[in-house]
Structure formats: C-alpha cells, structure tokens
C-alpha cells in the first residue's frame, strides 16, 4: 500500500487560537497552513515597539499557565517550554468612585475572603455560592466537554464530562449574577454592584445584570489559587512565538501578510481558501480538506458566498447579536518616577464624573519584566466605547474624537500616576479603526460574544459550523474570552477534527 496523504488544513488567523489549533494539529500528524493578514502574529494578544518600549496590544494577562491549566497541557504535548511568568498578586487592584483605597483582589484565597468580608459585610453567602458553582464548572471544564453540542460524537463528549457535581449547576442555568444579589437580598449594595459590574465587563462584555451566572462565577474565582492571572515576562508576544515554535517544530507553516478574502465551499463541504498576498495584491487559492477560522463569527459569515443554504439560519442568528463592544486604548512609555510605589500591574478605575470615558482598565509593567528600558516603564490604559461612532463622519471628525478620548484619558490618568512632560516619553492611542486595520476584526471589536444567558456555553456558538469540516475558534465560541478560552476553543475543535 502507498502512503495515505496528509489531510491538508488550512487556519484563518495566527491569533492565540488559530496558533493553538494550527500547532497541536500539526503535532499530530496533518499538513498545516496558518495565514494571517498582520505582519505579527498574536493577533489581540500581540505587541508593538516604540522608543525602546514593548507595549502589549490589547490582552496584558494570561490565565492557564498553572500545573493542569490549558497553556500548560498545551505546551507540554508540543514539548515546547511554557513561557516564564510571575503570578498578579492581587489579580487587580479595584478603585470606585471618589475612594483611594483600592479593593485587592487577592491570589491568595484567604486573603481574598477576608478582604471582601471588610468590603462587602453581609455578601459572604454570595460568594460561597460563587465558588461551589466555579468549583463543579471547572472540573466539568477540564474533563473536555463538547459545548454546545453538534452531532452525535459532541453529545457523547458532553455527556462523558458530566457527573454529579455538575449536576448541582443545572438549577443555575438560567440565572445571571444579577439574580444571583437579589437570591441574596443584597442587590441594593451599592459598592458591590459597582465592583462587580466592573470586573464582569472585562471578561463577559457585560455587567451582573446580564452576566449568566455559571460563567460569571468562574470570571469572578480563576484568579484566586491554585488557578490565577499571570504577567508574562518578556511581553505577550511571547505566548504567540512559543505557540509558533511548536507550530514550526511539528512540520507546520505559517505565513504572515497573507489575507483570505474567502472560504470556498461546494455541497460536500469546504474545498478551500481564496487569499491575497498584502505586500502585493496577488490572489491565488489554497486547497484545503479543513478549515479552521480563528475570526469572529461576524467575519467567518462575510468570507463565506451568500446564499449558502446551510448557513441561513446562522447568519440571521450573527445578524441579531447585540453590537460588539470596542476598545479605547492610550499607551504610556514613562519615566519609573510617574509610578507610584507598590503599584500593582493591574488596576481598575470607576469615576462617577460624566465624561466619555466611565472606567478604565490599567496594566502597568514590572522592573525587568522586558517591557521598558532601565528606569522606565509602561502604562496602558484602555476604556470600552461603542464601535459605530468611530466609523461615522470624515477624517476630521475621527481625529477629533480620539482627541477628546485621548485627552480625557490623560486626565483621569493624572489622578493617580505622576504625569507631566518630564515623566511621559511616548504617547499613542488606539481606537476601533486602528483594531480593525491591525487585526481585520469587524468594525475592530474585542472580547468577542457577551456571556448572556442567551449566548454562553451551552446556548453559544460552537466550533463546529453548519458546512462540513468548517471549524470556528476563538472568542466567539465557548468558554470565548481570554487567551486560557481561546485556546480550549482550539483544543475542541482539534478533538473534532480528528474524531472525523
């Protein structure tokens, strides 16, 4: 007998996702091809360089990294060495309006209990809860459940994964946080409503009201021991070339500069990809008897021809998805003196003023942590906004916008890090349109599909999509969200795949 060919699969997008499905795929054993229209890979989690500083683009920490976490099982089957990093001890440090003293979000599940018992008295009840639900949903998660279900092999899956303890979650199924206060009869705290809410947003899109419950109690509980939130040493960018390293190590290819402008497909399924080469326009197409898109489920349903049959009733379901949100970024490079002492690398700030700008998420660099020169560091600061404003009006009224974005941001800034001509040395900002450019993200949204009721686990988009051997990752499917999400995502649809 001769040699049985190579399934050959192509990835859309060297994002963390597409890069984890593109290595592990070709570790066992298929001809890989990973593309991408940037010049970097990483996607949202990559980095630039300006004056001598490394800014992370827009992901600044990483879940996982811990012995049995997914970056962990990952690295090891690629037998590639995990990137170094220092656990974000407290994972934040929270500021409410008009208060100076933070609420720290500890590692340290002690620390933490007794910290938000002085925060928050009365809410302790809340918080078991929080943390029986995130205890039976993680060791649900790491049995590699199917979620949402497709066919009849991602039930099997499912149903492999399920024991009594996740039973215990099903009444909770239809919850959000906020019904979860009023259970307790503290949805009126005002401070803990604000607290929560802000660190909801970063991880669900979406505040306690219409967080789904069993997601938001694993938002609220992974950066507690033994899982937590880790700084990576180096910059982000180095959880992408590690992935890459693997990826290169097993016999795949990646290309950068390469963009898919379309997925072929014919009644049987996927045939290939049609894509330019950015540098010099030229279109060629690519076999493939997979295809694994690592895109949001808004870009997946524009590559694909209109009037696919299959796909109707998806694309009407991406069609009524709430609008994404967007991102407002300012990066910082900065004399060490506009940092105060004891600043923790993450923090977070509500302001009661009206302004454009409500809150802001800050990650700050860390002494020799490879982010800035000696006696310098990074600060970045990022706000969400809607993205449809950035895209109206002319070029002046864009730059316009960005101004007063910009100039607020510094304001707010200014409260609590030394900021003046002296200390600043490099400042930039990023909007939706600078997103859209550098990622081709629709409309440049971040942090994928909001985790609703409607929309999260069970209820989400699967990896699986109506054309055959047509695979979605990324934040647009389940568990979505962060680099740890992003990369089951892949692990799922890797396990598909070759169960196929």
């Not at 302790?124 to 995130?134: R, S, Y």
């Not at 099903?170 to 809410?197: E, S, W």
């Not at 009661?352 to 600061?381: N, Q, Y």
């Not at 607020?408 to 600043?424: C, D, K, S, V």
Request: glycine share 12%; charged share 20%.
């Amino acid at each position: 007998m001769g040699n049985k060919r190579r399934k050959r699969i192509v990835v859309i997008g060297a994002g963390i996702g597409g890069l984890t499905a593109g290595a592990l795929l070709a570790h066992r054993g298929y001809d890989l091809l990973v593309l991408d229209q940037a010049i970097v890979p990483g996607g949202c989690a990559s980095t630039f360089k300006r004056r001598g500083f490394t800014f992370d683009v827009g992901a600044t920490q990483v879940a996982g990294l811990e012995p049995g976490g997914i970056h962990h099982r990952i690295f090891g089957e690629l037998e590639v060495e995990i990137p170094s990093a220092t656990p974000c001890d407290p994972a934040c440090a929270v500021f409410l309006p008009r208060e100076s003293v933070p609420i720290n979000v500890w590692r340290d599940p002690v620390k933490w209990k007794v910290e938000r018992e002085r925060q928050f008295p009365g809410s302790e009840g809340f918080w078991q809860l929080m943390a029986h639900l995130f205890r039976a949903s993680w060791q649900f998660q790491a049995r590699d459940p199917v979620l949402p279900p497709r066919n009849l092999w991602d039930l099997w899956q499912l149903g492999g994964a399920v024991r009594w303890d996740t039973l215990i979650t099903l009444p909770f199924t239809f919850m959000t946080v906020g019904d979860a206060l009023r259970l307790y009869g503290i949805y009126l705290d005002k401070r803990l409503k604000q607290f929560l809410d802000l660190q909801l947003k970063l991880y669900s899109q979406v505040n306690a009201d219409e967080t789904a419950l069993l997601y938001g109690a694993t938002a609220l509980a992974v950066s507690q021991e033994p899982q937590g939130l880790f700084h990576l040493n180096g910059s982000m960018q180095v959880l992408s070339e590690r992935l890459v390293e693997g990826l290169e190590k097993h016999g795949g290819k990646l290309l950068m500069g390469y963009r898919v402008v379309a997925i072929e497909t014919s009644s049987g399924g996927v045939t290939g990809v049609r894509v330019r080469e950015e540098k010099t326009g030229k279109v060629f197409r690519e076999e493939a008897d997979e295809v694994v898109a690592n895109v949001t489920v808004q870009n997946l349903v524009q590559l694909l021809e209109p009037g696919i049959l299959s796909m109707a009733s998806y694309s009407r379901r991406v069609k009524q998805l709430p609008q994404a949100s967007g991102a407002f970024v300012v990066y910082l490079g900065v004399d060490k003196s506009a940092i105060p002492a004891g600043c923790p690398p993450h923090l977070q700030f509500l302001y009661d003023e009206d302004g454009l700008i409500e809150s802001l998420f800050v990650s700050v660099s860390k002494p020799g942590d490879g982010r800035a020169p000696s006696g310098k560091g990074t600060i970045i600061a990022s706000c969400f906004t809607e993205t449809g404003m950035w895209w109206t009006g002319g070029e002046g009224e864009y730059e316009g916008l960005k101004e007063k974005y910009t100039k607020e941001a510094m304001a707010r800034l200014g409260q609590y890090f030394h900021l003046n001509e002296e200390t600043i040395i490099h400042l930039e900002a990023a909007t939706p349109r600078t997103f859209a450019r550098f990622t081709a993200r629709e409309r440049g949204m971040v942090g994928g599909i909001a985790q609703r009721v409607g929309t999260f686990g069970p209820f989400g988009f699967a990896t699986r999509t109506p054309i055959p051997n047509l695979w979605l990752v990324g934040d647009s499917t389940h568990p979505g969200e962060g680099t740890a999400g992003v990369s089951y995502s892949a692990l799922t649809a890797v396990r598909q795949i070759e169960a196929s």
